[in-house]
């Protein structure tokens, strides 16, 4: 049922920003916990960032201080403010909703968006 679509990626030289968007439909987006992933060439999938419900969030060390998630429960978006933008920051990256239904745990995920950060 439920969908993301995320957009915003692309090439961006070092230093620079780029802003991601994840649209979500189909579901009750302000109950879920919301995440931001990222996927390098020859890398497993990491965690960037996450924002509950309750509007607390987390960030991984590597981008703490750049990167900054956030969402608008009244467009159904979550966000993802990436500054300071650097080579490594290279990967596709995936917006994802986690959240439970009984006791089962469920995630849905969007398709990507490759975000290129080169000179």
């Known amino acids: 049922q439920v969908q993301l679509v995320e957009s915003g990626g692309g090439l961006v030289q070092p230093g620079g920003s780029l802003r991601l968007s994840c649209a979500v439909s189909?579901?009750?987006?302000?109950?879920?916990?919301m995440g931001w992933y990222r996927q390098a060439p020859g890398k497993q999938r990491e965690l960037v960032a996450r924002?509950?419900?309750?509007?607390?969030?987390y960030h991984a060390d590597s981008v703490k201080g750049r990167f900054t998630i956030s969402r608008d429960n009244a467009r159904n978006t979550v966000y993802l403010q990436m500054n300071s933008l650097k080579p490594e920051d290279t990967a596709v990256y995936y917006c994802?909703?986690?959240?439970?239904?009984?006791?089962?745990?469920?995630?849905?995920w969007g398709q990507g968006t490759q975000v290129t950060v080169s000179s």
């Open positions: 994802n909703v986690f959240t439970t239904i009984g006791l089962s745990m469920r995630d849905y």
């Open positions: 189909g579901g009750a987006f302000s109950t879920y916990t």
């Open positions: 924002i509950f419900s309750t509007g607390s969030m």
